[in-house]
């Protein structure tokens, strides 16, 4: 692994990628098979968390105590960065401690702050642009449940949010076909569009934007969508369900993807907004083994960046 730092998946080459995701497999069936891994024997994992969260708090200090090491939880609501202490300080002192930062917030240039002035590994547990653990997890559910990843077609289909922009990076890494529909006033950031279409020129992939949910979904392998209404978003929500209604993910749409599509959605979810339960709930769905992942494909990457 050549990289300090997951800040984003478009910052990883597509070698990292393929090397966390073989590590993650290695660590999750070691884990089944009672065998140890302590990798991180005596490291701290800081966790700053500036957002709400279930599935990433408890999947990296699950991880990182199975790697041998601790993890502290740090709400922002409790640490002096909530109370306007600078990201540079926080930084340089939390260097002083623990040996690896996990964080969660709004602004992508604070995490990007964060590992500029810090001197111990960055990891980016979701912000307002990406959710680069997610599409790892997410990536090893498809390569498991598809036994590949490369050529095949993953549909995104909703807010061109957060994950959104993370499947754009992920899957033009990995030369996975990659189609986001979403309403109009809800599209990508334009900047990740422009960086996923020249990664995907070199991974030979081919990337989507479109309006039109159908021609986004018609025989993909993977279809995903998320929340319409996003931490931070709460003010929104109403308005939001109004532009939304015709790219909920249900029975009717999900039959134009391929018969043997999978669904994927990063959770929490709210059935009978962007997905219906005959679909989230339904056999197409890997939803659980998707959030499982998120604690093998961390792991792989807390043992690739924090090990000595
Ligand atoms: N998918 C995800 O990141 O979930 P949490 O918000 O619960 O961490
Ligand atoms: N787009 C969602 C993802 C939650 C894991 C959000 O940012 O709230």
């Known amino acids: 692994?050549?990289?300090?730092?997951?800040?984003?998946?478009?910052?990883?080459?597509?070698?990292?990628?393929?090397?966390?995701?073989?590590?993650?497999?290695?660590?999750?069936?070691?884990?089944?098979?009672?065998?140890?891994?302590?990798?991180?024997?005596?490291?701290?994992?800081?966790?700053?968390?500036?957002?709400?969260?279930?599935?990433?708090?408890?999947?990296?200090?699950?991880?990182?105590?199975?790697?041998?090491?601790?993890?502290?939880?740090?709400?922002?609501?409790?640490?002096?960065?909530?109370?306007?202490?600078?990201?540079?300080?926080?930084?340089?002192?939390?260097?002083?401690?623990?040996?690896?930062?996990?964080?969660?917030?709004?602004?992508?240039?604070?995490?990007?702050?964060?590992a500029k002035y810090g001197t111990v590994p960055v990891i980016n547990g979701l912000t307002d642009l990406v959710h680069p653990c997610q599409v790892l997890a997410d990536m090893q559910t498809v390569a498991e449940k598809k036994g590949k990843l490369e050529g095949l077609k993953l549909a995104y289909i909703g807010d061109g949010n957060n994950m959104a922009h993370s499947y754009l990076y992920g899957c033009a890494k990995l030369g996975m076909d990659v189609s986001i529909a979403t309403p109009v006033g809800y599209e990508c950031n334009a900047e990740v569009v422009e960086n996923a279409k020249n990664d995907a020129r070199a991974t030979g992939s081919n990337v989507v934007v479109t309006y039109d949910p159908v021609e986004a979904i018609s025989n993909a392998d993977v279809v995903c969508t998320d929340t319409w209404c996003s931490m931070g978003q709460e003010a929104e929500k109403e308005e939001k369900i109004k532009h939304f209604s015709g790219y909920q993910v249900n029975t009717e749409l999900f039959s134009k993807a391929k018969e043997d599509a999978i669904f994927l959605h990063c959770l929490p979810a709210y059935r009978g907004y962007e997905v219906t339960e005959e679909i989230i709930d339904g056999p197409h769905s890997v939803i659980f083994d998707e959030a499982e992942n998120r604690l093998h494909a961390q792991k792989a990457v807390m043992a690739l960046l924090m090990a000595d």
């Open 1 to 114: 692994m050549n990289q300090k730092h997951l800040l984003t998946l478009h910052d990883w080459s597509t070698e990292d990628i393929t090397e966390t995701l073989t590590v993650a497999d290695k660590l999750k069936k070691e884990l089944k098979a009672g065998i140890k891994h302590p990798i991180l024997a005596g490291k701290t994992l800081g966790m700053i968390f500036s957002k709400s969260s279930t599935r990433t708090r408890v999947s990296f200090q699950t991880g990182i105590y199975q790697l041998g090491g601790q993890g502290i939880f740090l709400s922002s609501n409790d640490i002096q960065l909530g109370r306007g202490e600078s990201i540079y300080d926080t930084a340089n002192v939390l260097s002083r401690y623990v040996d690896g930062i996990m964080i969660r917030t709004f602004k992508q240039s604070d995490v990007e702050d964060l």
